[in-house]
Nanobody, 118 residues
């Protein structure tokens, strides 16, 4: 069974640099694109960072370019989102997603809340 579990969210000061983790089970990074998305209530879901199964960058929303970086740890089957220079407008629920190369099936984690406030 495929499962994604995010962690690392919470209250962050403006300018902070937290890292979110997504522990994946039941999938292989070799045949899944892995990505991070965020959603603010009432607004559309945004892709903030992603890597294809062959580690090409996926197109992210312009507002996070140069500040958010995704990485994979194959030994831990975990994906990370390193965020820097956080702003109040980065406040959102952050979700991890696995997209199968073979079936096109999406699997989503439950999300982790990130609140940027002083």
């Amino acid at each position: 069974q495929v499962q994604l579990v995010e962690s690392g969210g919470g209250l962050v000061q403006p300018g902070g640099s937290p890292t979110l983790s997504c522990a994946a089970s039941g999938i292989s990074f070799g045949n899944h694109a892995m990505s991070w998305h965020r959603q603010v209530p009432g607004k559309a879901l945004e892709l903030v960072a992603g890597l294809t199964s062959d580690n090409k960058d996926m197109r992210a929303v312009d507002s996070v370019k140069g500040r958010f970086t995704i990485s994979k740890d194959y030994t831990k089957n975990t994906v990370y989102l390193q965020m820097t220079g956080l702003k109040p407008e980065d406040t959102a629920i952050y979700y991890c997603r696995a997209l199968s190369d073979y079936t096109g099936h999406h699997t989503w984690g439950r999300g982790t809340q990130v609140t940027v406030s002083s």
